[in-house]
């Protein structure tokens, strides 16, 4: 068997070339220089020698020259293999020193095997070969120059190695540059916003990251979460645990998004809305899920105040219908009824059962005015004025109202002024301390509180329609009974009562509402079944100087006349008792139906029309089109506007714009005379 011996310093090269030759039946001796490869040569010689020329301690000319230069060797065949000294001139030199053969790395197996077999060949054709005798000098010359020449390859190959290294530790130091900033900017977004990130593995059981928004909205630490994943649940409300559980089966299949809510451990609750999405690995598997939770209890909430008062709207224009007709029923009644009365003597029996008509249409007109002051049609006349006056000056009429089972506390301090009616703002107190009274039957304690509140943006997103700014919070808060969910969100709507059928109308609190939304304002409660109940109203704050008292207008000494009124009113029943009246009381009355007949009737009277009395609400033309088209044709015409329910036209935020005069209905007799008189008297 023939023996080669193998000298490189690479072992993956020794490996490859001890493989190749012992499977083509070579015994194989390895060497990892030259020196050493000497000195096993010398020891036992082989029969032919592969060697690689760049090796440490002795490299392979070296090796060669070496070689040759022992007798015991010198008939050794020599073959280099070599991936480095490649060139022309390195081939020159290993021939010179006596290389039998000189292969380039890489050489495939096939190549490799017969470029040896050749080698054995010629050996064998020439058992003696003639060592070349070369001169010392011209051979180190030679040596040098390869040498050097391999030495500046490699130092331009070091240098490009070195400035590709450079422009990686450049790119590394970069990226990891990039990296820290990157993680810098997430660290700071998520330890500043509100929202909870988290990331997981993909069975939630183990929390790799949960930012620190998780310890305000959950109101538990993140390192109870990371220790013990199964917080998360414990702390679902019952209700919503099953639903999210079940839920949670499909997170790794795509995007999961849920609304729960969660117990924090004081008792509080929060909805939370937490959307989380499966992260893959190369391979394509869900390994970890990240996501993002946000507190939206106050856009729930939001939500919840929207439909209520979506629903109140409906339920006023509803409202506001039922008594814009039911106004005109009263005003036919009312006013029959009172010509009756005045045609029988003071004796007659029947007298008594029509007074009694007209008190059961005052309650039903009085039922009509709280529905429209529900759906903010009612005609306010507001002013400057002081909420603390006004308190003060309701003070002893609300202690006989609670009664002495109740105590009753007032407080208020220096709070700035609010335009506002004044005697509706009396109806809201008095409206809310009844309605605290009937939650106290057995006695508590009532407490009435003036102050002034700023809102600002994020308070007044919570009042729903609310602006940002300065308030008067009017605060009524008792120790009744209390409310459930259900009864709260039910407590403005009219005729809505929780009281015993007899007990009450159910339109104290909604007038309460239309008030408060009619002025502007905005009103809240919060209650719990046996823990009282708490409403606030946030009336807009002015700095506007107090309005000065303004004496009554004197009543007028006759409510007769002979002026000529062109009246205009659609409704055919109050057009007839309206005209009865003041013809009854000395007018001369031009009856129209609608606008346009009105203005048929102004055009063919030749004579001087001294008042229009017009509905405000008719078909073709309003009634305030009406008046402006006639007062054109007939300058100094006066005007007085009849209507069932404040119209926008006519108001400036809920009150009378400045130049109208408006009788509203139910029309009486006595109203309806003093206010003609009024106007034709301005």
Known sequence: MTRVLVVDDNDANRYYLSSLLSGHGYEVDLAENGAQALEMALAAPPALVISDLLMPVMDGYTLLRAWRSKPELEHVPFVVYTATYTEPEDEQLARKLGADGFLRKPLGPEALLSSIRDVELKRSQRPDPKVPQLEEQSLLREYNEVLIRKLEQKSLALERANRGLQEDIALRERAERDLRESE??????????????????????????????????????????????????EALHPDDREHVVRSLEAITSGKWEETYRVVRPDGSQRVLRARAFPIKNEQGEVYRIAGVTRDVTEYVQLEAQLRQAQKLEAIARLASGVAHD?????????????????????????????????????????????????SHQQVLRPKVIDLGQVLSGLAPLLRRVVGEGVELQLSSGPMHRVHADPSQMEQIIMNLVINARDAMPRGGRLRIELSDVALDARSAAVQAGAAPGSYVLLCVSDTGHGMDTVTRERIFEPFFTTKQKGKGTGLGLSTVFGIVRQSRGRIEVSSEPDHGSTFRVYLPATERELDRELSERPRPATLRGTEIILLVEDDEQVRASTSTILERHGYTVLRASHGEEALQLSELFEGPIDLLVTDVVMPRISGLDLAAHLCR?????????????????????GALAPDIVLLPKPITPDGLLSKVREVLMR
């Not at 988290?198 to 305000?216: A, N």
């Not at 990371?226 to 649940?233: G, I, V, W, Y």
């Open 326 to 374: 039911f106004n005109n029923l009263l005003s036919v009644i009312l006013s029959y009824t009172s010509i009756a009365i005045e045609d029988l003597g003071a004796d007659d029996p029947v007298r008594a059962d029509l007074e009694q008509v007209l008190r059961a249409s005052d309650r039903a007109a009085e039922l009509t005015r709280q529905l429209l002051a529900f």
């Open 184 to 233: 810098a900017r997430f660290r700071q977004l998520a330890e500043t916003i509100d929202d909870v990130f988290f990331l997981t593995d993909r069975s939630l059981l183990e929390v790799v990251y949960v930012s620190p928004g998780y310890e305000k909205t959950w109101g538990r630490s993140r390192e109870s979460l990371q220790q013990n994943p199964r917080d998360f649940l």
């Open 633 to 653: 044709l007939r300058p100094g015409l006066k005007v007085l506007y009849v209507s069932g329910y404040a119209d926008g036209p006519l108001l400036e935020h």
